[in-house]
């Protein structure tokens, strides 16, 4: 069985645009997806493609955000970043939800040869309906589940992730 690593993504940004050939990946996915810092780029694992771990990677994600929107997940198979000769580095995840900071990992040593390969992979995941998109309906309630599990200490949320679920009878 394939592992994968999963990540946020604007799923617009990779939709094909008239002006490209087919192969040709549009320079705004790249830099607002995979935009490196450090020449490191954030990643969750994601056990699987089954819903459970993609919303997972979902909650991960909202949980650190300012506020509750829709969440676009993409996952690449760990195989495939190897043979591109992908570096993996282990790292605490920035997310409030504690069981799942230890599922964060890094892709490292980018340069612009292993980051094209990346987006290629992102390309070829997504022709191959491995992304999802988590409504924001749908992250707002594994927010609430999360807090009423004590997945998350809910004073770990953004002011307006609070508000918004105190708001909306979360």
Do not use: Y
Request: proline letters at 4%.
């Amino acid at each position: 069985m394939s592992m994968f690593v999963a990540r946020k993504i604007s799923s617009s940004k990779w939709e094909k645009h008239p002006e490209f050939a087919e192969g040709e990946i549009q320079a705004d996915a790249v830099t607002a997806d995979l935009r490196t810092n450090k020449n490191v780029l954030s990643f969750w694992r994601c056990q699987s493609g089954e819903i459970t771990d993609v919303e997972n990677v979902a909650l991960a994600i909202a949980a650190a955000a300012d506020r509750i929107e829709k969440v676009d997940v993409v996952w690449l198979p760990t195989d495939q970043l190897l043979e591109d000769r992908q570096t993996f580095m282990d790292s605490p995840g920035r997310t409030p939800v504690a069981d799942l900071v230890d599922s964060h990992v890094d892709l490292s040593r980018l340069d612009l040869v292993r980051l094209g390969r990346l987006a290629n992979r992102v390309v070829e995941a997504i022709g191959a309906g491995r992304t999802q998109r988590v409504p924001r309906a749908r992250v707002k309630s594994l927010l609430v589940n999360a807090v009423l599990t004590n997945r998350i200490e809910p004073e770990r949320l953004s002011e307006k992730i609070r508000r918004a679920l105190n708001a909306e009878g979360g």
